[in-house]
């Protein structure tokens, strides 16, 4: 069965300041996996996915996630946060053709001043 | 842009009480979903429906039941509502083969 872990429920940051975000995941087959961003009082949106080819995707707001296989890890990375990303983040993952998406317990972010 | 409405953003119901939640996609997508999503625990889903009038059980069915009997509308009924499904309930719709889920807003779902 597949699991999503992400290994931080909080993270505190200072605005403009790096920030990675963990998630692993366990499954017997190959995966997608996603990540999804929850701002207050809205439901969540795709921020990135990885499907197939290159290991490294890339949002349009300045987020990367890597897709390690042999550590079976898809961490989120931002190099400069803002007061804006300040969210709840959850990581994703599914099988190829199925249509269950597993989803983690989320992790919030919060960008400090 | 694929959007996903949800019938209500705030619902307060009494124990016993039958609820209805509605979810309306407007991208003609195939698979629709409704989650419940609890501090800590993420998102936990609790049916979907891949095509009218099919559902699936997800991982924590027991007492609610759904509904599609159009393609565009699925329904989540809570027939007899108690404290414990107080939380936010998540609609979501899928395409098959796009693998993306695109999310409702949400209902909080407050039941006394």
């Known amino acids: 069965a597949q699991s999503v872990t992400q290994l931080d429920s909080q993270v505190p940051v200072f605005e403009e300041a790096p920030v990675e975000l963990r998630c692993n995941y366990s499954s017997s087959v190959s995966v997608y996996l996603f990540w999804y961003v929850q701002y207050p009082n809205q439901g969540l949106q795709l921020l990135l996915k990885?499907?197939?080819?290159?290991?490294l995707v890339e949002s349009i707001n300045g987020f990367e996630a890597e897709f390690n296989k042999s550590q079976t890890s898809f961490h989120l990375r931002k190099p400069s946060v803002h007061i804006s990303d300040t969210a709840e983040y959850f990581c994703a993952v599914s099988e190829p053709g199925g249509f269950k998406t597993i989803f983690g317990a989320g992790t919030r972010l919060f960008v400090k001043a | 842009d694929v959007k996903v409405t949800q019938s209500s953003r705030y619902l307060v119901k009494r124990t016993g009480e039958k609820v209805f939640l509605e979810c309306v996609q407007d991208m003609d997508h195939e698979n629709m979903f409704w989650y419940r999503q609890d501090p800590g625990l993420g998102l936990r889903l609790i049916y979907f429906?891949?095509?009218?009038?099919?559902?699936e059980k997800g991982d924590i069915p027991e007492g609610y039941s759904v509904s599609r009997e159009k393609k565009e509308r699925f329904s989540l009924i809570l027939e007899s509502a108690s404290t414990n499904q107080t939380s936010m309930y998540l609609c979501a719709s899928s395409s098959p083969g796009e693998e993306t889920q695109y999310f409702g807003p949400g209902t909080r779902l407050l039941v006394l």
């Open positions: 990885y499907l197939s080819g290159s290991t």
């Open positions: 429906s891949y095509d009218v009038k099919m559902k």
